[in-house]
């Protein structure tokens, strides 16, 4: 029977492995990028590698994320950078010089604010804030304290100017021509101890539950795991290639290379025994991550209690994604990753976890901000809604039967809702670009140059992203890559726990130690 056993497992574990060969290596490299972008930040995919499907068309892929009108000339923003036009937007050229970021993830712009009034115009990037200085027309960084360089929010309130990233709020305010920011020390009332299913399985994903201690053993994991991959292939590839050369014209393998193949099979059977555990977690955990698999974690939830992270002192630490001034109750609302929040950032008062009657998609509110006072847009990949919170009551601003409240994909990735130089709002797509109310795609709106497209390029960190989710493939092999992690992950699951119990079947015991001795 244990014989048996240990011939299906070996057959899984061999054949298995070579099907996921190649995936759990990708994986474990990406990763280990991923966990440390600002080593990467700066390093930017060349045009001529970026693949067709992430050239920008139609403003899609948050090419176009606002539209700033000024007196004399408009300002169009995004991922690609902000864009300047004097003629109503038929003519379009880069507005970029002075200290705005040159990489392609640095110039990613996440929005801008302008003010008459003030004679001032802000930009918020991926790589900081910056002001526009007009006097001598170019722009120039706001200095921030130590912290989150992204900035994704700016929001003008009754007294202040604050900026908004994932982990901080920060008060913004000019001394003549020069910009100061201060951290704002925001607090929140916490009598939920629970921790939802989809962040804990980020932070088991990433190492994160353990800070940065826990991403460097994640780190060592994906190395081991990239080391086990290049063995695997090397203990059977290389005896096949011995066997033909052997066949061929006689030449046995060198004592070196047996040498070399008996180290990679040693350690590969230890290290993959010391680390499976570890490497299960991670792949499970992936898997779950997947658009497909995330759904059956929206409403999960874990107590803290039961869960041993390290906390951060930081009680909004990377879980901030949007924001807006709420100009009826003069209070900041935070859309975070563990629900909606709002309070008064300007005293000494926690903040509180409200309810809005829409459910916002997982991955968080693109568009989000007061229409006007009481009523909200609130926009994401689930859909596009106007919510009335003193009814508490919303209506669908993006009119298409998949957007059902639900909190799941609606057929149109909303990204932005915009006023365009023709005086009518219209929906930015992520996948569209700009479309009407009914999910139609307009290709005759806003004409977006040539330039844009032909010149692109492609952060690193979102390249290795995008592979790391096996949405690169996309443009190859269409909806179907969203099946990738699932079934590879599965795959690889089987083939780790085999691998386990091949080495705990084959694993000698003390009493034969003993007795080779």
Known sequence: MKKRIYKISRWIHKYFGLIVLLFMSW?????????????????????????LQ???????????????????????????????????????KP?????????????????????????????????????????????????????????????????????????????????????????????RLEPNTHISLIQMFFELHDGSIWGLTGRLIWDVAALILLFLCISAFYIWYFPKKWKRQYKRKGIRASKREKTVRSFYFRHHKKLGW?????????????MFLNPILMMTLLNGKVNYKYYPATRNKNQWNHKIRNALYDTEKKQL????????????????KEFSKINIPVTIFGMGTTVFRE??????????????????????????????DKDDYSGRPASTFVTAYEKLPDGNHYILGHYKGICNKEGEQLNDVLKMPSFISQKSELPLWTFMFELHNARLFRGNIGGFYILIIPLAGLLSVFMLLSGVLDYWLTKPTKSKKVLKL
């Open 54 to 92: 992430y050239k920008p068309t139609n403003w899609n892929r948050s090419s176009l994320k606002g539209i700033v009108y000024m007196e004399e000339c408009l300002l169009i923003y995004g991922r690609q950078g902000v864009f300047r036009s004097k003629d109503n937007a038929k003519s379009l």
């Open 333 to 348: 609302v935070l859309d975070c990753t563990d629900g909606v929040w709002s309070g008064n950032y300007n005293v000494s």
């Open 274 to 286: 010391y680390f499976a555990f570890l490497l299960v977690i991670i792949t499970i955990t992936g």
């Open 27 to 51: 994986m474990s490299l990406t990763g280990i990028f991923l966990n440390h972008p600002e080593l990467i930040e700066n390093v930017s995919v060349k045009k001529s590698m970026v693949p």
């Open 371 to 400: 229409e006007k006072p009481n009523v909200w847009l609130v926009g994401s990949f689930g859909g596009l809604h106007r919510v009335n919170m003193k009814l508490n009551s919303c209506e669908k601003v993006l009119l298409t």
């Open 95 to 187: 507005f970029m010089n002075g200290e705005f970021p040159k990489s392609a993830y640095g110039k990613r712009t996440n929005y801008m604010f302008y003010s008459s009034q003030r004679k001032t115009l802000l930009c918020a990037t991926n790589q900081g804030c910056l002001f526009f200085d007009f006097k001598h027309g170019v722009w120039k960084k706001v200095l921030i304290p130590s912290g989150d360089r992204e900035i994704t929010k700016i929001l003008e309130t009754d007294q202040h100017l604050l900026l908004i990233s994932k982990s901080e709020v920060l008060k913004l305010e000019r001394i003549s021509d020069v910009w100061t920011t201060k951290k704002l020390k925001l607090t």
